[in-house]
Every structure is written in C-alpha cells, then in structure tokens.
Nanobody, 115 residues
Framework: QVQLVESGGGLVQPGGSLRLSCVVS????????MGWYRRAPGKQRELVAS???????NYRNSVKGRFTISRDNAKNTVYLQMNSLEPEETAVYYC?????????WGQGTQVTVSS
C-alpha cells in the first residue's frame, strides 16, 4: 500500500509564494516519475509539473518560470516551489506517481490565492 501525504498549502496573496511537500511511503517513489496535480473548483484535475526519477522536469505552459518541482529520493519526498501565484491557481494540489497503473492519491493540500 502506498500513502502520499501532501503539506504546505495555505492562504497567500496574489504574487506570493508557497512550497508544497509530498512524502510517499514505500519503495515505489525512487523508481517512478512523480507529478504534482491540481483541481480547481468546478474544473478537471490537471497535471502541473512532473519530474522523472532521474530529475528531468516538465511543466504546463502556464506555470513555466514560476514553479519548480524537485525531489529528494533519500527522503521519499517531492516538492513544488510556487512563486508569483495567481488567483486562478486556487485549487487542491495533489502529488502522484505518474504511471497510470498507480491509482494512489493523497488527501491533497489546499492552496488559496486571494487578497
């Protein structure tokens, strides 16, 4: 059984920053690509950023240059540094093992961008 625990969300003003963390239990973390996803109110969940087990990163266009995904395989942890946040990025943020065969999701962490 894999467990994912996200943290680091909160209320931030537009233009502010947050750093999300996700700890993944078990042995699958270090051998799999990891992703950060988000679900905004009334919208579908979308992939925000991903990182391969070797550290290659990929971002959706809207967050390029503002968000940075990283991982620490020794700690089974993936991070998402989010800068210059925009109100439209208010959402619940989740991490997940990227391969579609893994259907494990954590509880997510709420990010609210508002003045």
């Amino acid at each position: 059984q894999v467990q994912l625990v996200e943290s680091g969300g909160g209320l931030v003003q537009p233009g502010g920053s947050l750093r999300l963390s996700c700890v993944v239990s078990g042995s699958l973390f270090s051998i799999n690509d990891m992703g950060w996803y988000r679900r905004a109110p009334g919208k579908q969940r979308e992939l925000v950023a991903s990182i391969t087990r070797g550290g290659t990163t990929n971002y959706r266009n809207s967050v390029k240059g503002r968000f940075t995904i990283s991982r620490d395989n020794a700690k089974n942890t993936v991070y998402l540094q989010m800068n210059s946040l925009e109100p439209e990025e208010t959402a619940v943020y989740y991490c997940k093992l990227v391969p579609s065969k893994y259907l494990y999701w954590g509880q997510g962490t709420q990010v609210t961008v508002s003045s």
